[in-house]
């Protein structure tokens, strides 16, 4: 019985004993293996140590890949206070480099922290100030690489691009915008210390940063700086309130080119004010658009089939009396009879008085919304406004008018490109963008597209046929002459609005516009200029903002190629129009023959002999008369 009850005793413990010598397996295997990254990490953070690197942010390119947001390496200043052997002399020595008071420099020194980095003093230093603390070669001080925004152009597209904070976050633009793929992930140089911090014989291991993506733009380089150019010549001219440009392609949406006045330069941008800096006036501004928005109404009375623009007929005897008020025509006793087609190219606000009752309010105000106004357009940029149309139980007899021809309502100027793309590109309405490509940064390869994106159509492709003629027309023959180009189809419309302040309009305070399409017959751009109260200047839009457009729609059709066409819509010139002829062939005639044939020229003749062997601009061209034509001589 005695030896039984040991034996059961010696079971109970061998058992006890088994299930021990499990669990310590288990845990054992359960440490090794299940949690071992977790005490890995553990082990880590009590001896090893990172000095960070910045990763480079992503460039921002042009759709040709022309850099417009490129980083600069530059070195920032890291403390290991425990590795400061000597806190005092590190102090006398750092604070008249850095050119800070000692007491700042030793709340860096001093600070019970494993690694500190000096900031802002010791951000982004300049080579010669680095060089000076690397000489130094002092226990605990470290200088490690980082990346600074660099915008190699300045000023150019600087609302668009935005700008970033001095740890490389995006605060406004597309930096902001497209911040999470811009952003690259830090990178580092890890050591080894003790317990104290002191730096151990073991080697470093170094964690590359992974920069961030690219950014490709639909902006095209060459029509941007296009558009800076004139918005200077503009500001220098006219001493605006504002001003603004954007140029967009009708058929996908596309920006080619956005800019405006006042503007900044990113790379300096803590010296401007926030208003500066926070409107990016193309999408942001909102305003009455004066007579380009009749570019809206008379789409609307073509798709609605109520006129002929070139039968139908509509006297203007200088003025209409609607709801008690009269609403004069700018031109003292009126235009008299005219097509409809006439009305435009007048700009004669009593001939859309009369479009606007045609249509009525349901109608009209049914097109404004097809055609996007009152709503945001959608595009890729933060900041954008919505403008303001008037509620439809609201409209009544006055207010219906003075909408059809652009007066009571505000809009945005990204609002009216893309409708008057719309309306020219046969009837589909394109909700603009900017970014088209997202980028792999070491190979360039896409990783992510954005195409066009259809919202509605607004109108049929014949009434699109027609607008494309009638505002053709206008260059040619009405108040946008001074955008015409001799052997390119030019459509536009001019705009004069008057400046509302405190529910009253201003004297002599106006918006002055214009809005071109080229080429008219295969619409590859939309332009849009706008000028606020330009200052000694006539108050037309015609010898304001068309000259500008015809200069930067120069450039345009350059940088996009487009060819001259045919069957352009001649001029009617008045007495301070150049007169554009065709230059004939006199190669192969005497002297005498070739001065008679360009009797209309200058000529100028280069050799000797009596026959023309070249001549220079080549026959067929058109250009202005007493231009030169160089003769070269056998």
């Known amino acids: 019985m005695f030896f039984k009850k040991i034996d059961a005793r010696i079971k109970v413990l061998f058992l006890i004993l088994i299930l021990l010598f499990i669990f310590i397996i288990a845990r054992v295997f359960y440490v090794q293996v299940i949690d071992y990254d977790k005490l ?34 530059t070195t920032s200043l890291v403390l290991i206070p425990s590795q400061i052997d000597d806190k005092e002399k590190t102090i006398q020595l750092l604070a008249p480099i850095l050119q800070v008071s000692e007491e700042e420099m030793a709340s860096h020194v001093n600070k019970v922290t494993s690694i500190e980095r000096v900031h802002p003093e010791g951000r982004r230093l300049s080579y010669e100030v680095a060089d000076q603390i690397a000489s130094l070669k002092l ?29 490389n976050q995006g605060l406004s633009g597309l930096e902001l915008q497209y911040d999470s793929y811009l952003t690259g992930e830090q990178g580092a140089i890890k050591y080894f210390s003790d317990a104290k911090g002191n730096k151990l014989n073991l080697s470093e291991v170094y964690v590359e940063p992974q920069d961030g993506m690219n950014i490709q733009l639909t902006i095209d380089y060459k029509i941007q700086m296009s558009l800076e150019r004139e918005m200077d010549n503009v500001v220098s001219m006219f001493h605006p309130d504002m001003a603004l440009a954007i140029a967009i392609d009708p058929n996908n949406g596309e920006i080619l080119g956005m800019s405006s006045r006042p503007n900044f330069d990113p790379n300096q941008y803590q010296n401007y004010s926030m208003e500066t800096l926070s409107r990016n006036l193309p999408i942001w501004a909102s305003y009455e658009p004066g007579s380009t928005f009749k570019i809206m109404t008379f789409a609307s009375a073509l798709e609605e089939n109520l006129i002929d623009m070139e039968k139908d007929h509509f006297y203007d005897s200088g003025g209409v009396t609607i709801g008690g008020s009269r609403i004069g025509c700018w031109k003292a006793g009126g235009h008299g009879d005219q097509t409809f087609l006439q009305v435009l190219e007048n700009s004669c606000n009593p001939g859309f008085v009369k479009l606007g009752q ?8 049914s097109y404004l919304e097809k055609f996007g106004f009152g709503s945001k357009t959608g595009i890729d940029l933060n ?7 008037f509620p439809l139980d609201k409209v009544g007899e006055l207010e219906l008018v003075t909408t059809a ?17 719309s309306v020219v590109n046969g009837g589909n309405l394109y909700q603009p963008y900017i970014v088209k490509n997202i980028l792999e940064p070491e190979t360039n390869s896409i990783i992510e597209t954005f195409d066009k994106k259809l919202i509605r159509t607004t109108i049929r ?28 189809r030019i459509g536009g419309k001019t705009g004069t609005a008057q400046k509302v302040e405190n529910g009253r309009y201003l004297v002599n305070n106006y918006i002055m516009s214009f809005m071109a399409v080229v080429p008219s017959n295969d619409p590859q751009a939309i332009l849009y200029v706008a000028i606020d109260n330009p200052k000694n200047t006539a108050m037309l839009s015609s010898y304001t903002t068309a000259p500008v457009a015809r200069r930067i729609l120069l450039d345009i059709i350059d940088a996009l190629g487009i060819e001259k066409q045919e069957g352009q819509i001649e001029k009617v010139y008045q007495w301070d129009d150049a007169v554009y002829t065709e230059v004939p062939n006199v190669i192969g005639m005497s002297v005498k023959e070739a001065t008679k044939a360009l009797n209309e ?34």
């Open 461 to 488: 492709p014949e009434t699109s046929l027609k607008m494309r003629y009638a505002l053709e027309s206008v260059v040619a023959r009405g108040g946008g002459r001074y955008a015409y180009i001799d052997g390119y």
């Open 40 to 73: 890995s990490d553990l082990a880590d953070d009590l001896w090893s140590r990172n000095l960070p690197i910045e990763a480079n942010r992503g460039l921002i390119l042009d759709r040709n890949g022309v850099v417009l947001a490129d980083n600069l390496t």
């Open 405 to 421: 021809f652009g007066q009571g309502v505000s809009v945005t100027p990204i609002q009216q490109v893309a409708a008057v793309s």
């Open 139 to 167: 226990p605990g001080v470290y200088l490690v690489k980082e990346a600074k925004r660099y915008y190699p152009y300045g000023d150019l597209l600087s609302h668009v691009l935005g700008y970033v904070g001095i740890d």
């Open 601 to 634: 020229f200058k000529v100028e003749y280069t050799g000797e002999g009596t026959k023309v062997i070249e001549q220079s601009p080549v026959a067929g061209s058109r250009i202005a008369k007493d231009s030169t034509v160089r003769l070269l001589l056998e």
């Open 358 to 365: 045609m249509l009525g309010k349901e109608r009209l105000f």
């Open 383 to 389: 900041g954008e406004g919505e403008g303001i149309i």
